[in-house]
């Protein structure tokens, strides 16, 4: 049983640029969530896709954006790269339905961006 | 503000010590997270509490409900406990989202 699975696991951009980040959730999960992590921080939360729409999302700007497919996996975007964007993306699966405090996210690996 | 506070931020061991990783946060929450990062990137849960205590081989999650505090103990720490360990909450009523604190980095020396 895969887990969850990221993409790529490194990128290099230089500012202005555009990016696409991609997630599949681990299997039976209909959830994702994306985090931003900086050097020597906790994850920030930037959105959460539940149903092919967003439900709930952090305090990042609109040029993060995100989808989700059918079959539950996800992508984030991200435009205009500014040098503040270099981070580790991660992205977590889980149940979107039942009592939301015993829903456990399941992390994957990440992919580290760096913008230049 | 929603806040989540850990303490220590860095922490050094010998091996077979025991190691206490402190957390604590600001409003009421439905779920604590306890988590491992190693370098590179990738993150597993340890332990998830709303109320109590859990043990899981050497590691003991703890929380008390009414002062917003949970703690992480390792017992008999070895080098592979080594990693950020990071506590996260979910804030009520029904957040969807985890909210984390910024980890308290392990490092075990044998």
């Known amino acids: 049983d895969a887990g969850v699975t990221q993409s790529p696991t490194h990128l290099i951009k230089t500012r202005g640029q555009q990016v696409t980040l991609r997630c599949s959730p681990k299997?039976?999960?209909?959830?994702v969530s994306w985090y931003q992590q900086a050097l020597g921080q906790g994850p920030q939360f930037i959105f959460q896709?539940?149903?092919?729409?967003?439900?709930q999302r952090g305090n990042f700007p609109d040029r993060f954006s995100g989808h989700q497919f059918p079959n539950y996996s996800s992508e984030l975007n991200v435009n205009a790269l500014l040098l503040g964007d270099s981070a580790l993306y991660l992205c977590?699966?889980?149940f979107g339905t039942g009592e939301v405090a015993k829903n456990i996210q399941y992390f994957g690996a990440g992919t580290r961006l760096s913008v230049l | 503000k929603n806040e989540v506070e850990q303490s220590p931020q860095n922490l050094t061991a010998q091996e077979g010590e025991f190691i206490t990783i402190n957390c604590s946060y600001s409003v009421g929450i439905s779920a604590l997270h306890w988590l491992q990062q190693h370098p590179g990137g990738g993150i597993v849960s340890l332990f998830m509490l709303s109320s109590g205590k859990k043990k899981h081989g050497r590691l003991i999650a703890t929380i008390n409900i009414q002062e917003k505090h949970s703690s992480l103990h390792i017992t008999a720490s070895h080098p592979r406990d080594s990693a950020v360990y990071i506590c996260a909450v979910r804030f009520f009523p029904n957040d969807y989202k985890l909210s984390f604190g910024a980890g308290t980095t392990v490092t075990v020396r044998a």
């Open positions: 299997s039976g999960h209909d959830t």
């Open positions: 977590a699966s889980s």
């Open positions: 896709y539940y149903e092919e729409e967003e439900r």
